[in-house]
Each structure stands twice: as C-alpha cells, then as structure tokens.
C-alpha cells in the first residue's frame, strides 16, 4: 500500500511543479497581450497587478511540493501510526505527516541505518537552505496565515493608521503590526527560480532513494513482472511496520 500511495503522490508532486512553473512564467512575463489591460487608463500597474497574482500562485504551489515530498516518504515507508483499511484510516494518517514527525522517526534509526541518516540529512538540507526557507516562512506563511503580501508599485497604504496606548503610556498596540510584507516582484521571482532548481534536484534525489526499479521482478529478458512485487526488503531501504 506504502509504495502504492507514493507513486501516486508523485504523480500529483509532478503536476503541482507544473503549476507552479507555468504561475512563475506568467510571473516573470513583463507584457501582455490582452483585452484585460487598458494601456491608456493605468496599463503599468494593471500588468504589474496581473504578474503579482501570478507570482502568489506560484508562491503557494512552490510551498506545497514541499508538503507533498514529506507524504511521499511518510507513505513509502510507512511511518504513518494507524493501519490503512479505510479512506477514513488514510485520511486520519494523512493528518500526522509533517516534517517534525519524519525527522524524529528518522532520528531515532540513523545511528543503525546509514540510508534513513543519508535521507534526514537531504531532507533538512532542503527544508532548511535560505531560499526554501524563506519561501516557506516570509512568503508562503504570510499568504496564508498572517497577511498578504504586497508588491512595490501596488502598494495598498492606509489614510491613517492608529495606536492604542495603556495606562502607563507603552504601546499596547499598533496599526502598523497589520502591514503585509512588501516584496519586490522581479527578486522574488529570482528566489523563486532557485527555488524550483533545488526542487528538481530534491525530488529527483527521492525518487533515486526509493528504488522504484527494485521494486517488481524482472522476466528472463528484464521486463518488470507488474503483478509480482518482490519482498520489502528487497527495495525498501527501512520500514516503520508498528501500526495501531
């Protein structure tokens, strides 16, 4: 079932990178050729609204291939707690996988398994590279769950701001704690770029560590048999089999 579930996350991590290229590319594009825009009433920041919007979309589907690498593994290897049976059971494991939980699982075999060390290790190396990172904590956490996010050239000001004070005159609160983050599109959109080149490198690293190769007997000419799956020892480097 593990395997099963991973090669279809794959198949769904494949198309996520997809939107999120196409929204970068729509992004990136400086003019466009389109009844939407009005070039003789504000065409400049129309386009510039157009590529911001774009560049959210791409923001955010950036962020979830992310997500979607950990439910690969989480499957692959089975380290979600509860026995899969139901779509109920599937959704309940789905719930659990995060990044916290595959680190600590990973942490508590890498002394007695090199492959589970060599997986934590990439796994932290993308989650934690500058550019993943503040993809994930000053863009995509902003969009969607402080504010939104504003571009140079659209900025949305307020007429007035306001403060309230407490009794002994400190801060108590202020308007401007409210702002969204200011991004600048064409260095986002560079950040970004990065972002999708350690992606592609990233997803491509898991689908060598899962061994999908190993994973069906091969006939005497080295055709993979579909219907006959060898052993899990035979292509899973580690698995998390306690279940409840």
């Given at each position: 079932?593990?395997?099963?579930?991973?090669?279809?996350?794959f198949?769904?991590?494949?198309?996520?990178?997809?939107?999120?290229?196409?929204?970068?590319?729509?992004?990136?594009?400086?003019?466009?050729?389109?009844?939407?825009?009005?070039?003789?009433?504000?065409?400049?920041?129309?386009?510039l609204?157009?590529?911001?919007?774009?560049?959210?979309?791409?923001?955010?589907?950036?962020?979830?291939?992310?997500?979607?690498?950990?439910?690969?593994?989480?499957?692959?290897f089975?380290?979600?707690?509860?026995?899969?049976?139901?779509?109920?059971?599937?959704?309940?494991?789905?719930?659990?996988?995060?990044?916290?939980?595959?680190?600590?699982?990973?942490?508590?075999?890498?002394e007695?398994?090199?492959?589970?060390?060599?997986?934590?290790?990439?796994?932290?190396?993308?989650?934690?590279?500058?550019?993943?990172?503040?993809?994930?904590?000053?863009?995509?956490?902003?969009?969607?769950?402080?504010?939104?996010?504003?571009?140079?050239?659209?900025?949305?000001?307020?007429?007035?701001?306001?403060?309230?004070?407490?009794?002994?005159?400190?801060?108590?609160?202020?308007?401007?704690w409210?702002?969204?983050?200011?991004?600048?599109?064409?260095?986002?959109?560079?950040?970004?770029?990065?972002?999708?080149?350690?992606?592609?490198?990233?997803?491509?690293?898991?689908m060598?560590?899962?061994?999908?190769d190993?994973?069906?007997?091969?006939?005497?000419?080295?055709?993979?048999?579909?219907?006959?799956?060898?052993?899990k020892?035979?292509?899973?480097?580690?698995?998390?089999?306690?279940?409840?």
């Amino acid at each position: 079932i593990g395997y099963g579930i991973a090669i279809d996350k794959f198949r769904e991590l494949y198309s996520l990178i997809a939107s999120a290229r196409l929204s970068l590319i729509n992004a990136f594009q400086k003019f466009y050729d389109s009844n939407i825009i009005n070039w003789n009433s504000g065409g400049y920041r129309a386009q510039l609204w157009m590529r911001y919007n774009h560049l959210k979309n791409s923001i955010i589907w950036y962020n979830s291939c992310e997500d979607y690498t950990y439910q690969i593994l989480w499957f692959a290897f089975e380290m979600n707690p509860y026995h899969i049976n139901s779509k109920q059971s599937y959704l309940r494991n789905l719930k659990k996988c995060n990044f916290d939980r595959i680190d600590k699982l990973l942490s508590e075999i890498e002394e007695s398994n090199s492959y589970a060390k060599d997986l934590r290790k990439n796994i932290r190396d993308y989650r934690y590279d500058p550019d993943v990172e503040e993809l994930r904590e000053e863009l995509a956490n902003n969009l969607k769950h402080r504010a939104n996010i504003q571009a140079n050239g659209l900025e949305d000001l307020r007429m007035m701001g306001y403060v309230i004070k407490s009794r002994d005159g400190s801060e108590a609160f202020n308007s401007q704690w409210l702002q969204p983050k200011l991004i600048d599109l064409d260095v986002t959109i560079e950040l970004l770029k990065r972002v999708h080149l350690k992606l592609i490198k990233h997803c491509r690293y898991i689908m060598d560590f899962m061994s999908f190769d190993e994973l069906f007997e091969v006939d005497s000419e080295g055709n993979a048999i579909l219907n006959n799956i060898r052993s899990k020892s035979d292509y899973k480097k580690f698995n998390f089999s306690d279940k409840v």
